[in-house]
């Protein structure tokens, strides 16, 4: 079967082509203005499920935003291994002193934040 497009005149062709784009090409237009957008979903969805994690890591560990803001501060440093804290913190119904970024030793009570990858020690 041939196509019909081939049998048609130059300009018959053309006008016939701006009159009826064939379907490719339509979603090929379509794709192209809202090339921006495309990705809109999958971003916010995964910012949802990013704040959805954060508020379920503050409430398993009983801690409050200012208490994880204060924790970020000073671990945020690079060199950050051991910090002793100036004011105790509340976690998880116990106030622990230190934050480290490695394990302490084995017979000292600390608990492990796994959303911050920080010990803190009593």
């Not at 409050?64 to 440093?77: A, E, R, V």
């Amino acid at each position: 079967m041939t196509n019909i497009l081939e049998d048609l005149p130059v300009s018959v062709r053309r006008q016939f082509q701006e009159l009826f784009p064939s379907e490719p090409n339509i979603i090929q237009d379509f794709l192209r203005r809202t090339e921006w957008c495309q990705d809109l979903y999958q971003w916010q969805s995964e910012k949802v499920y990013a704040k959805k994690k954060f508020y379920t890591f503050l409430a398993r560990n009983q801690m409050d935003y200012s208490t994880f803001n204060y924790l970020k501060l000073i671990t945020s440093d690079v060199s950050f291994k051991e910090v002793k804290l100036k004011t105790p913190v509340k976690v998880r119904g116990s106030f622990y002193t230190k934050a480290l970024s490695k394990p302490p030793h084995l017979h000292s009570n600390y608990i492990y934040l796994d959303f911050m990858g920080i010990y803190l020690e009593e």
